[in-house]
C-alpha cells in the first residue's frame, strides 16, 4: 500500500489514502449524471456508461476487490464560480489518474481504476 500511496502523491495528487473497498457503493444519482453528459464523456469512453457496464454489473466488479486508494486533487478558485480554475484542476486530476492507473496496472494488473 505505501508503494502505491508514494506512486500517487509522484503522479500529482494533492492527497491519496487507502480505502476500504466496501466503503464504495453505485450511485444512481451519479449514474443520472453521466447519462446527461456532464462532463463530456457519456458514450466516448470505454470506463463511462454505456460501455462500463449497468450499475448491477459495476458493483459486481468492485465487489471483487477489498482495499483501494483514494485520491484527491485541489485547486485553488478565485471564486466559487472561477470555471478556468475547476477545469485546470480536473486536467491536472485527469493527467495524474492516467499516469497512476498505467502504473499501477503493471503492478497489479487486473486492478480496477475508477
Known amino acids: 500500500m505505501e508503494q502505491l500511496l508514494t506512486l500517487a502523491k509522484q503522479a500529482g495528487f494533492t492527497q491519496a489514502a487507502p480505502l476500504e473497498a466496501s466503503a464504495l457503493t453505485v450511485r444512481t444519482e451519479v449514474r443520472e449524471m453521466c ?26 466488479r468492485m465487489n471483487r476487490y477489498h482495499r483501494g486508494i483514494l485520491l484527491q486533487t485541489t485547486g485553488l478558485l478565485g471564486d466559487d464560480f472561477d470555471a478556468e480554475a475547476i477545469h485546470k484542476t480536473e486536467q491536472r486530476h485527469k493527467a495524474s489518474f492516467a499516469v497512476l492507473a498505467r502504473q499501477i496496472r503493471h503492478l497489479h494488473p487486473n486492478c480496477l481504476p475508477l
Open 35 to 60: 447519462a446527461s453528459d456532464r462532463c463530456r464523456a457519456y458514450g466516448c469512453s470505454w470506463s463511462c456508461p454505456p460501455a462500463c457496464g449497468t450499475l448491477e454489473q459495476c458493483q459486481t
